[in-house]
């Protein structure tokens, strides 16, 4: 994907920053309102050019969706595999299978790999080690799967169909 | 006492009991890697939990506002963000710098890729001192 019109990125980073202003004051009050808006605003284009490439088309109702429900899918991938960890760590005969895998990604944008890289080591489990263009490189706990297909299938796939839609 | 100070103090048990599970790991775990994988790991749940578990514990004080959800909220997202690329950082200079697998460890598709990409180059330059004789 280009990247898209100056306008739209910087209109983005505005929404973004004021969002994240809105949480942090948690207020709905006329003065903090404006003065945020007006803060947004100045830092919006200070940063616009290295925040985002895609602009608005990020806030497509079907990548906000799919944002969305990936909050609480994701949320629950870690909490489950948390509980695997921890009875990994507790079990006295330490059940562990470590290894590092290969997997393939289907994504094509940058962002979208460092997200599908990201939510990988926030899996407990795995820790994604390097990337090489559609290659991870992947420290598993628990080998299943050495073969580059299983390993895709039990680490990325599940990741992927979500971040597809969100990153394009 | 009530049932949102009740939900924060359940959180924060249950991340507090991850710390310690992550702890517990560090001891455990026979090499660099895998205790990478339980500290790092289990503490982002604990964070997440303890963070989160204050900012609804608050909702139920009579001091707190929903300011303190929407400011743990805050947080937490950004500890989301950051932690990972500290956790890869980390292992990937523990992979540089050489420290080899647990013996228990079943494959290393990272050595082979990187073998088979040092042969590539290798293989090119003795060929081009061959053409130069």
Known sequence: MGEASKISR??????????IWLFLTASLDPQELAFGLILSLIVAA??????????????????????????????????????????????????????IVECKTVLKNEVGKLALANSITLTPGTITLDID???????????????????????????????????? | MNALAAIGEALVLIGTFFYFLS????????????????STKSATLGSLGVMVGVGIWALGTDFGSAAWLTKSIVIAVFLLLTN?????????????????????????????????????EVEEAPAEEGDEE
Do not use: C
């Open chain 1, 10 to 19: 910087y209109l983005y980073t505005v929404i973004v920053l004021f969002l």
């Open chain 1, 46 to 99: 200070l940063t616009y050019e290295i925040f985002t490439t895609n602009g608005l088309a990020n806030l497509h109702p079907r990548r906000v969706a799919y944002a969305i429900a990936y909050v609480p899918y994701f949320l629950w991938a870690m909490i489950m595999a948390n509980l695997d960890v921890a009875y990994r760590v507790l079990h006295p005969k330490r059940p562990i299978n470590p290894g």
């Open chain 1, 133 to 168: 263009g559609d290659k991870y490189f992947i420290h598993w706990i628990d080998v299943k799967d050495d073969s580059v297909e299983g390993a895709s299938k039990n680490i990325t796939e599940p990741f992927e169909k979500f971040l597809k839609v969100i990153f394009g």
């Open chain 2, 23 to 38: 702890a517990l790991g560090l001891i455990r775990m026979p090499d660099v890697y895998n205790r990478m994988q339980t």
């Open chain 2, 84 to 120: 990972p690329i500290s956790a890869h950082a980390l292992i990937r200079a523990a992979y540089k710098s050489g420290i080899p697998l647990w013996e228990g460890s079943v494959v290393d598709k990272y050595r082979e890729h990187l073998e088979a990409k040092d042969k590539g």
